[in-house]
């Protein structure tokens, strides 16, 4: 019953994979903040280009993994120190060359961490502030303050903790592999080198926000879940289950990961026993919210807040009404769900739930079916095939001249602390910018690809060991399928899409390469001729 389940895991997400595969051989999903505004756009694909660009990036990959196999015969000791380091050095350059300063919820999350370190000013607790609305982002806010109080106040200091925390995500990203591939003789250089130059993550250091840091202790989180399932250690799921509990206090997709966690212990019941698996999951649920309680006891303690900041919180609706747009496919819909809370309702919470879902079940009954259909099947399409994670706003940035229509009116736009050369070369809409963006909407296509290899390839094999990876990209799938949506906002996935398509290259170029490989496929070849 176990591999039944699993089983139909994959076939599901394998089903999805190769939805976004094949359509991409017929439209382009794209964001370019500079010359669009911050809206979502769907052309028709470039054929010819879009298979010369496959042809290149294998080509590219195939060029790099050789690379990497030299790099076998040093020690992890050396070899991964000397990645992270060039990771950090990739990283802090990009930060110098493009000085991308915080806008929108970047900014004042910023500027209410500098108001409570400096003016001990809490008021955007009170109704019709940020946090009235938004508290779960006090986490980033507190993280903040904590940076400008101990270490000198500027960019370069939050930055450079960016840069920390993903060369965390690298490190996890490549001891999650190697925890799930415990047969492999090789030392696998492949995908630490590809996880530390992976060009979203690179970039997105330059975005001062939960997204880095959040996508850190989740990975970590599910490594060390993943150790626990295989080696029992109780300290392993105690270590799993305060980083998801921070991770979450970050970012609350971290429920996904939660639900994940919980199903695969329950599938290895068996292996790990009655008494243990119920034990992992007691600590499991008892940690997960521990930062949230202690939070809002904290507020109310010290007489910031007199209840809990989400008693009267913008609801889970908004972004529910939000994600249910035919123009706009679910994302941002120019303040029309935020007027609905904040003028509508006047910030009551009760008053708005009921008004959000009058707004859904109006727009549900006004569209038809196949209007319905259309928009989450382009909203699928555009969130999981734009592929840059929409790096070129939050980790390029803009000079602030050049942007299109469909802004966001009344947020800070985007600006450069200093212009450079590099910024001057991926101004705006220039080739090397739309050439930047075109190489890793192919990288992500081609991880598609291999994912989906691999994906097969366990299926027949009815191997089943990546059935936690496989749990949170569906989660991500099914919860972003009714949300708002950004591409940004699966950040956290990209590690596991990684791993996944790591997996799955490594399996077709030892089929392609290996003595067996060639003997296998000489052996259909022969039979073929009878």
């Known amino acids: ?21 094949a359509s991409s051989f017929f439209i382009r999903a794209k964001y370019n903040y500079a010359i669009y505004g911050d809206t979502t756009v769907l052309e028709k694909q470039n054929l010819l280009l879009f298979i010369l660009l496959i042809a290149a990036v294998l080509g590219l990959s195939y060029v790099l993994y050789r690379l990497c196999l030299k790099l076998n015969k040093y020690s992890r000791q050396i070899v991964i120190p000397a990645v992270l380091l060039l990771s950090a050095a990739i990283q802090l350059v990009i930060i110098f060359l493009f000085t991308r300063m ?26 019709g502030g940020y946090l009235y609305m938004f508290p779960f982002n006090f986490s980033i806010v507190l993280y903040l303050k904590t940076l400008l109080f101990l270490f000198p106040d500027n960019y370069l200091v939050i930055k450079s903790f960016n840069i920390l925390f993903s060369l965390v995500t690298t490190l996890m990203i490549y001891l999650l592999y190697k925890e799930l591939n415990t047969k492999s003789r090789s030392n696998d250089y492949g995908v630490l080198v590809i996880a530390a130059t992976y060009i979203p993550s690179l970039f997105m250091s330059n975005f001062i926000y939960n997204d880095v840091i959040a996508t850190a202790l989740l990975t970590s989180a599910l490594y060390f879940a993943v150790t ?40 290895n019941l068996r292996h790990l026993g009655l008494k243990k698996a119920i034990a992992s999951i007691a600590i499991t649920l008892l940690i997960f919210n521990i930062p949230g309680w202690t939070q809002n006891a904290a507020l109310q303690a010290t007489g910031i807040v007199d209840e809990s900041p989400s008693s009267n919180a913008a609801p889970v609706y908004m972004w529910l009404n939000m994600g249910i747009n035919l123009e706009t496919l679910g994302f941002w819909d120019n303040r029309e769900s935020y007027n609905i809370y904040q003028q509508d309702a006047g910030y009551n919470k009760a008053e708005s739930v009921e008004l959000f879902k009058a707004s859904i079940s109006n727009k549900l009954s006004e569209a038809t079916l196949g209007e319905l259909a259309g928009m989450y099947y382009k909203k699928l399409v555009w969130i999981w095939t734009e592929g840059t994670y929409q790096f070129e706003r939050y980790g390029i940035g803009n000079d602030g001249t050049s942007i299109g229509g469909g802004g966001r009116n009344g947020f800070v736009m985007d600006r450069y602390i200093y212009s450079t050369s590099a910024s001057e070369l991926l101004k705006g809409d220039s080739n090397y910018r739309s050439g930047l963006q075109w190489v890793v909407y192919m990288q992500n296509l081609l991880m598609y690809g291999f994912i989906l290899f691999r994906l097969i390839s366990s299926i027949r094999a009815k191997r089943y060991a990546e059935t936690s990876l496989v749990l949170v990209i569906l989660g991500f799938i099914g919860f972003y399928l009714l949300w708002e949506i950004k591409a940004r906002y699966i950040y956290p996935v990209y590690p596991l899409l990684i791993v996944l398509s790591y997996m799955g290259f490594k399996d077709v170029y030892e089929l392609l390469t290996t003595k067996r490989g060639l003997g296998h496929a000489a052996q259909h070849a022969a039979k073929d001729a009878d």
């Open 1 to 21: 019953m176990v591999k039944g389940i699993q089983r139909i895991l994959y076939v599901l997400l394998a089903f999805f994979i190769g939805l976004f595969i």
């Open 102 to 127: 915080p806008t929108d919820d970047s900014q004042t999350v910023l500027s209410l961490a500098w108001d409570m370190l400096y003016n001990k000013d809490y008021s955007s607790f009170q109704q």
């Open 228 to 267: 626990f399932i295989r080696r029992r250690s109780m300290k392993d799921i105690v270590f799993a289950a305060i980083l998801l509990a921070i991770g979450n206090y970050f970012r609350s997709t971290g429920m996904i990961f939660l639900i994940a966690v919980l199903i695969c212990l329950l599938v």
